[in-house]
């Protein structure tokens, strides 16, 4: 119980110093939950009675995504190219969460920008340092101009973005589907939907292509991609002229018109941003990870993004450090899978839990016994000028 | 009953919000809470609705010291609150409304709506409040919704009464009768606490005016022998200027020029209806008006926010009638906006960031779409000890301002640079009495440097006192165009009811 008494000391201390206590106690809390449901789950033991032998699981599952994660150079390399397009993605949901609008089409950004990136990767075969950075940029133009549908949709004719968002991801799958059929992708030899080949000058370097011993570390540098994109959001929000309009519009709609802003312009650079951020996201896939497109090289990412978004609030590194913990929690998971008898399912448990617990901060306060104000509750009383 | 407030102490983060707060009421008397914004009025009520547990101190109740963990502790102790912002379904009838929580109910739980019907007429009746069951909320006046939230508190037996600045959506009239209802209700024995900043108002309802600042109960005043300006200095803590001080102005060249101008609402009424006027240089026209009779649309189309239907809008003879907001801004037009926190600031922006919230786009404070913002917070600075707006750092969220520095950003932000034309709508609702002082000598500064100043406000004092022309609007039209020296308020009532002063008629 002494334990319960730190712990709650430790809690009680990082809720007072900043807001960055309740990430913090919310994958804590995921973590907890999510050892309750290992040792639920292992029901041979729990079956012989043995309760202990349970509770051994999880600290072997836990220890193993620690191991698979940051244990190695090349867990580390695993865990980079894993955050690399979550990274980019969270960016792209990010801004467009800066300016109010919610971006729930970073997948079907991220496939337009894909198969932009691709065609300069396949179709072209110059020298590297013309062709990467050509087909990376064509991966954020493509992404981008994906991205402006439903901004002008939303512009022009007010449908909602999370509707047209949605929708397009569903034509953008489609599209794809069918673009991979179509003779400019698809590869001679093959009746699947399965593209060409990125040219060699046209994939992204290997991170650890310094180390000619290492072959196994796939990490690529669409992650110094990210990692400038993480720098030039930054630097857009807080250095910029459209930045803050961005900041302004999505905190007050109303006061950014009062203020002489452009709204309409601003929606539509806003999803066209997000847009161009998940089209890297789409490059960094196919010149980096794949070499190649594929029907559903955008996976999950774009709406795991989302969830990257929320838990880092938005903010450049904070969205950088969720993706980063969401891409560790994936490599430690593969190899959490094959130590323990624990699926890989419980990754996506686990992120669902964060997610719930940093949607319902009271709840994380509740559990933790966190002493609050209970202003975040409402006033029902307020002055006139408040 | 006897209520007491022993020791009350509220502590937030950084700020002691209530220190050691004494106070006593009684039923059969009303208690009037004064004090600027921030003073602490709104935590110590909220205290006392047990919102808020007080870090110290103890609420008495006839006696025995009691502990309200919520609102339905306090209800269940006798106290009602009517609150600003009036918490009705609009879409329910007096009786449903008055009866939603405590709903009598017959067999098989079916609400019982003719005991709903009866209770609400019998509480009507005996407190002369005058209200129809069956009526709609949404088709009533503000003045008689309240009605309804004061038979809702009556109807769950409260002893104490607690208003929260009621007068303030309410028409002169509409006041007068309010009045009468404290009044009513003090002689059935309940007793009322009045929350206001108004120190006509304190002073002509309540039997006892405690004021408060900083947090403080800075010292109880008997209304009979206090005046004014005394409770206005203890509410500040500095003797503060009542009366707007104003040299006679000298018009100069014709700076507005409205031609027949028609403004419709979202729904596509006509809320503007062909309004011609002029305002010249170095001249403070005011629009009276009771709230929602055309002036938040006539506002939004000359500052570009909405478009006009018919008409012309011309600044310094060059029409502007379709111009954006930024290039009327250009032109050199201010807008001090009626609702800052929907318009005027982005509260999440810190205060520098909302300073410069219509300027950035100057060539002082960005360079192509770079801002410059070791510029913008220098500015900053040195508007904020300029205006002087109460405020640790130009880094925190404008949000945590109170109201009246919320104001003082608006105003030093829109006041700051070279003008044509300011335009000021309602710009000291909700704001303390020593910013609205300074906020009045700015407007009448900006004036005599010979800016054309609109003034559109529904307090009749205050459009009174800042114009040296006054224009009515009733219904979309401009009424009457009066001059506010040899014009009475109650001329002034008549106009914006819609009526006309016999003397007019009959002239």
């Known amino acids: 119980m002494k334990i319960v008494a730190i712990l709650r000391k430790v809690a009680d201390r990082i809720a007072r110093t900043s807001s960055f206590r309740i990430t913090l106690l919310a994958v804590l809390s995921a973590m907890v939950v999510g050892a309750f449901i290992i040792i639920l789950s292992d029901i041979n033991k729990l079956q012989n009675g043995d309760i202990l032998g349970a509770t051994k699981t999880v600290g072997s599952a836990y220890w193993a995504l620690v191991v698979g994660s940051v244990g190695s150079l090349r867990a580390i390399s695993a865990t980079i190219n894993s955050a690399t397009p979550l990274i980019l993605c969270g960016v792209s949901v990010a801004v467009a969460f800066k300016a109010g609008l919610f971006n729930i089409g970073a997948t079907g950004q991220m496939l337009a920008g894909g198969m932009s990136a691709l065609w300069v990767g396949f179709a072209m075969d110059g020298p590297g340092y013309i062709q990467v950075p050509l087909a990376v940029l064509a991966g954020a133009v493509g992404g981008a101009a994906f991205g402006a549908i439903p901004g002008i949709l939303k512009a022009r004719t007010g449908a909602h973005e999370v509707i047209t968002t949605i929708m397009l991801n569903n034509m953008a799958g489609f599209l794809v589907l069918w673009l991979l059929k179509t003779n400019l992708y698809q590869r001679e030899d093959r009746t699947d939907p399965i593209s060409k080949f990125v040219t060699p000058t046209g994939r992204l370097p290997r991170l650890f292509g310094f180390l000619s011993d290492r072959p196994d570390l796939v990490a690529h540098t669409g992650f110094v991609v990210a990692i400038l994109a993480v720098i030039v959001y930054w630097w857009f929000l807080n250095r910029s002229t459209t930045g803050f309009e961005f900041r302004a519009f999505g905190m007050n709609a109303d006061a950014a018109q009062y203020a002489g802003m452009h709204t309409k312009r601003l929606t539509v650079m806003a999803m066209m941003f997000a847009g161009a951020f998940a089209g890297l996201a789409g490059s960094a896939e196919v010149l980096g990870t794949y070499g190649y497109g594929s029907q559903n090289f955008a996976g999950d990412i774009g709406y795991d993004a989302i969830a990257i978004a929320l838990l880092g609030r938005s903010t450049p590194f904070g969205t950088l450090f969720a993706a980063l913990l969401f891409g560790a929690l994936q490599a430690g998971g593969r190899q959490m899978q094959a130590n323990t008898d624990v699926p890989i399912d419980l990754i996506v448990v686990l992120r669902a839990l964060i997610v719930m617990f940093i949607a319902a901060p009271l709840l994380i306060k509740a559990i933790w016994r966190i002493k609050v104000e209970p202003t975040s509750l409402g006033q029902v009383f307020r002055g006139q000028g408040s | ?377 220098s500015v900053a600075e040195n508007l904020i000890a300029e205006y002087d707006v109460r405020t640790p750092s130009a880094d925190i969220e404008s949000s945590t301002l109170s109201g009246g520095n919320q104001q003082k950003v608006i105003v030093a932000r829109e006041l700051s640079r070279p003008l044509r034309l300011s335009i000021a709508a309602q710009p000291t609702r909700g704001v303390d009495v020593g910013s609205i002082e300074y906020i009045h000598s700015r407007i009448i500064k900006e004036r005599d440097t010979g800016t054309a100043v609109l003034i559109v406000s529904t307090e009749l004092d205050e459009v009174m006192a800042l114009s040296d022309r006054l224009l009515v609007m009733y219904r979309g039209k401009i009424v009457a165009d009066l001059d506010p020296r040899v014009t009475s308020a109650m001329d002034v009532g008549l106009y914006m009811a819609g009526s006309r002063p016999a003397n007019v008629v009959n002239a």
């Not at chain 2, 103890?58 to 609150?83: E, K, R």
């Not at chain 2, 506002?299 to 008409?311: E, F, I, K, P």
């Not at chain 2, 502007?320 to 929907?342: F, L, N």
Request: net charge negative; glycine share 10%.
């Open chain 2, 1 to 377: 009953m006897q209520l007491e407030l022993r020791g009350i102490t509220k502590r937030f983060p950084g700020v002691v919000a209530n220190d050691n707060i004494n106070l006593t009421l009684k039923t059969g008397e009303v208690l009037c809470l004064i004090g600027e914004n921030g003073a602490g009025k709104s935590t110590l009520m909220n205290v006392l609705y047990g919102m808020y547990k007080a870090d110290e101190g103890q609420i008495v109740l006839d006696g025995a010291p009691v502990v309200f963990m919520s609102p339905a502790d306090a209800i269940a102790a006798g106290i009602g609150m009517v609150h600003q912002h009036f918490m009705l379904v609009p879409v329910f009838t007096v009786a449903e409304n008055v009866v939603l929580g405590v709903e009598p109910t017959g067999r098989l739980g079916s609400l019982d709506i003719d005991k709903a019907r009866e209770m609400v007429r019998e509480v009507s009746d005996r407190y002369n409040l005058n209200l129809d069951p069956d009526a709609i909320i949404e088709d009533l006046p503000v003045g008689v919704q309240q009605r309804v939230e004061i038979v809702k508190v009556l109807l769950r037996d409260a002893k104490v009464v607690v208003f929260d600045e009621p007068t303030a959506v309410l028409t002169p009239k509409e006041i007068i009768e309010f009045f009468e209802i404290v009044k009513t209700l003090i002689a059935a024995g309940r007793g009322v606490v009045f929350i206001t900043h108004k120190l006509k108002e304190a002073l002509n309802v309540a039997d006892r005016i405690a004021v408060l600042r900083r947090g403080q109960v800075v010292g109880e005043v008997d209304p009979k022998t206090a005046t004014e300006s005394q409770i206005a200095e203890m509410m500040v803590g500095r003797p503060v200027q009542l009366i707007v001080d104003k040299k006679p102005h000298t018009p100069g060249e014709v700076v507005l020029e409205v031609r027949d101008l028609s403004v419709l609402d979202a729904d596509g009424r006509t809320m503007v209806d062909s309004v011609s006027f002029s305002v010249r240089a170095g001249e403070v026209v005011g629009i009276a008006g009771v709230q929602g009779n055309g002036q938040t649309e006539l506002v939004d189309a000359l500052t570009g926010l909405r478009n006009s239907t018919r008409g012309r809008v011309a600044l310094d003879g060059q029409d502007i009638t379709s111009a954006s907001p930024r290039v009327r801004h250009a032109k050199g037009i201010a807008h001090i906006p009626e609702d800052r926190q929907r318009q005027g600031l982005v509260g999440g922006l810190s205060i520098a960031e909302n300073l410069v919230l219509t300027r950035y786009h100057d060539e002082e404070f960005s360079h192509g779409i770079v801002m410059d913002w070791p510029v913008a917070h």
